[in-house]
């Protein structure tokens, strides 16, 4: 099972996108609210979660983690809920992927340190350890980055490919024309 986050002021396409492309790939994705059901993106989108960060009884199925960014990542890092998350994934040798300002919470967890990534630029300065690279997403070990709303494709399909195979994101990539 694959948990991407949510909470108020997440960057719908950061989301979004991801959920889709892995969906379209026969993925199980869920997506999970840190505090209510209905939960308002960036842009004022509302978005209803599968469930509550409160409803999941087990993340031992994690097979993948995704945090997005937008303001909400702040909210994502405030929650001990969410950093036991990542604690599990990151103990477990699980994927656990962050793109825009959202790496910028593992990366004050010490977790980048001496791996590539990437972020929204200005939040560099919370990757602490880590070798920043100028790619759009990059993954490095468990960890797949990713810059921003722009990459948001590139980084749901690297995803697909790691989750699944490489012909299966090259092949969503042909049917959804990118």
């Not at 469930?51 to 990542?73: A, K, Q």
């Not at 990757?127 to 920043?132: D, R, S, V």
């Amino acid at each position: 099972m694959v948990y991407l986050l949510l909470a108020d002021g997440f960057e719908e396409i950061e989301a979004l996108t991801p959920v889709d492309i892995l969906r379209r790939a026969g993925i199980a994705i869920t997506t999970v609210s840190i505090k209510d059901k209905i939960v308002t993106g960036a842009h004022n989108i509302p978005v209803s979660a599968d469930m509550l960060i409160t409803e999941l009884e087990s993340v031992d199925d994690m097979e993948m983690l995704i945090l997005p960014g937008g303001m909400g990542h702040e909210l994502l890092d405030a929650s001990n809920a969410v950093h036991a998350m990542i604690n599990h994934a990151h103990e477990r040798g699980k994927y656990i992927a962050a793109i825009c300002a959202a790496p910028s919470i593992l990366g004050k967890k010490m977790l980048l340190s001496g791996k590539n990534a990437v972020c929204f630029p200005g939040y560099e300065k919370y990757l602490y350890g880590a070798e920043i690279v100028s790619d759009k997403v990059v993954q490095d070990g468990q960890f797949i980055t990713a810059k921003g709303a722009g990459a948001a494709a590139e980084f749901g399909f690297k995803l697909c490919e790691l989750l699944k195979d490489k012909e299966t994101a090259d092949k969503l990539k042909e049917t959804m024309q990118y």
